[in-house]
């Protein structure tokens, strides 16, 4: 496993490509009540994994002291890169972590010749606009993403 370190603002997060679901679903599961974050059917253990198998390095975790403190994920098809389901934990906010884990997550896509990725943000949540239109991602006004639920489900 590959280790990357970084300071940041004198405490030392460590950040770790995961291929192991229970890593995210850990992080994610402590961030329940975050605000514009919604997690569904199709974020379960089991499809996380085959996600993250088919992704191989591309989703990551920072650790302080032995706690998971942010996670992300990220993948691609070929073409674009996804990056979904950043989350930090609220006591860890406005540190740079979150910056960090989109950077690996970035670099892996670009190691793989992916240079233009996309990230899904919910209408309502207004700080998750922020933080990314702050970071030069551009909303696209161009598209409209339409969904098929072939299972009927609406939690799918």
Not at 49 to 71: H, K
Request: with cysteine; net charge positive.
């Amino acid at each position: 496993m590959v280790h990357l370190s970084f300071l940041l603002h004198r405490r030392e997060s460590s950040f770790y490509p995961t291929n192991d679901h229970c890593r995210l679903s850990q992080c994610h599961r402590n961030d329940e009540k975050t605000d514009g974050v919604t997690f569904r059917d199709a974020d379960s253990l089991e499809a996380t994994q085959r996600y993250l198998l088919r992704n191989p390095g591309l989703s990551f975790v920072a650790i302080e002291r032995d706690t998971i403190v942010g996670c992300i994920m990220s993948g691609h098809d070929g073409r674009r890169g996804y990056l979904q389901h950043l989350v930090v934990l609220p006591t860890h906010r406005k540190r740079g972590i979150a910056s960090r884990l989109v950077e690996n997550c970035l670099a892996g896509l670009e190691r793989l010749g992916i240079q233009k990725s996309h990230i899904d943000v919910l209408q309502e949540n207004h700080s998750a606009h922020r933080y990314w239109e702050g970071r030069g991602w551009k909303l696209r006004t161009d598209i409209r993403r339409y969904s098929f639920l072939r299972s009927g489900s609406v939690n799918a």
